[in-house]
Structure formats: C-alpha cells, structure tokens
C-alpha cells in the first residue's frame, strides 16, 4: 500500500513501507512540521493575477504549510489574489510588506470568500481558513477592552489605567493599548 499525505504534505507511511528509508522521510516529516508550527518564508506577490498555493507531499517548502509569510514585490499593474486549496485547514500569521500600491491584496481559497488589505494598506493579519473561507482572525482583537483589574474604559477613546503591580500597561505607536505581565 502506497503512502497517504495529510493536508499540509506530511507523509502517513504504512506498515512495512519504505523499508531502510524511514530515518530520511522521518527527518522530513519533522522537518515539515516544524515549518508548519512556527516557519517563515516569503512569498512574491503576482502583479494583476492570481498564484494559486499548493502543498508540496513529503518535503518543505510550501508556502501554506508556513506559519508566517511575508508577502513581497511592487503591484503596478493590478489587484492581487493568492487562493489555498478549498480543503485546507490552517492558520498564518501574514504580512503584506508589498509597498502600499493602488492595488489590494487578497488571500482566498480557491472557490470560497478571502480577505483582502485595501489599495494601498500594508501589514500583519491573523488569517485561518476552515476549509470554505478564508477568515480574519484578528479582525475584532484590536477593537476588545474589558474594564476592570485597574482598566477603566470612558466614552469610545478614552481608557485609564491605574497604578497596579501585577499589570504593566504598553501604548503602541498606533494608540492600541496591550497589557501585558499579568
């Protein structure tokens, strides 16, 4: 019986298979899954096109088998479109570093819905696909206060942190406020 590979190309040996050849594969497969639980890699963006992602079965180096990618190149001609594949399950940390064009970026899988930074917006988004849809993950964390633990939030924009030894307060150069060393 021959291999089987999971969605984001991990080889599934079966018993007996590949005798004298499972210390290299096994090397791979961690390697492969050490790429998906935390590697980087950059991916060029097509200029007015689409570049369809696919996996890569039992070896490294596909861009939706890693954890963050930072997506390059100038758009001077046209919208942008990466897609995954339908059956893809997965989460990715993405920055679009393409240089703020006219043009919008979006990542979708091939026949669902996606997200998109508009014309001319850059940055990072947290990104999951269910298998349908790309979905944005960290579309409502940047809007989220809880009052309470020294916190006091007053009116839409004004939030007050008091004097609290357990917690150290960060405002970034955005204005977004990140507690942290709770």
């Known amino acids: ?103 919008t970026v979006t990542v979708k899988t091939v026949s669902g819905t996606g997200v998109s930074w508009a014309a001319g917006v850059t940055g990072t988004k947290l990104l999951y696909t269910d298998g349908t849809n790309v979905i944005d993950a960290g579309a409502d964390l940047g809007n989220t206060i809880a009052a309470g633990n020294g916190v006091a939030v007053s009116g839409t924009s004004t939030v007050t942190v008091s004097a609290n030894p357990v917690m150290t307060p960060y405002i970034s150069s955005t204005g977004k406020v990140l507690v942290m060393g709770f």
Do not use: C, F, H
Not at 38 to 47: C, E, M, V, W
Not at 57 to 84: E, F, H, P, Q, Y
């Open 1 to 103: 019986m021959a291999s089987n590979y999971t969605n984001l190309g991990v080889q599934l040996m079966t018993t007996g298979e590949k005798a004298g050849t499972w210390g290299t594969l096994t090397n791979t497969n961690w390697n492969i899954i050490e790429q998906i639980s935390g590697g980087y890699t950059t991916q060029a963006l097509p200029d007015n096109g689409t570049t369809a992602l696919v996996k890569s079965d039992g070896s490294t180096g596909a861009t939706l088998a890693t954890r963050i990618w930072k997506l390059t190149g100038t758009l001077s001609a046209g919208n942008s479109i990466l897609t995954v594949p339908d059956s893809i399950e997965n989460w990715w940390l993405i920055n679009n570093a393409e240089g703020g064009s006219t043009y």
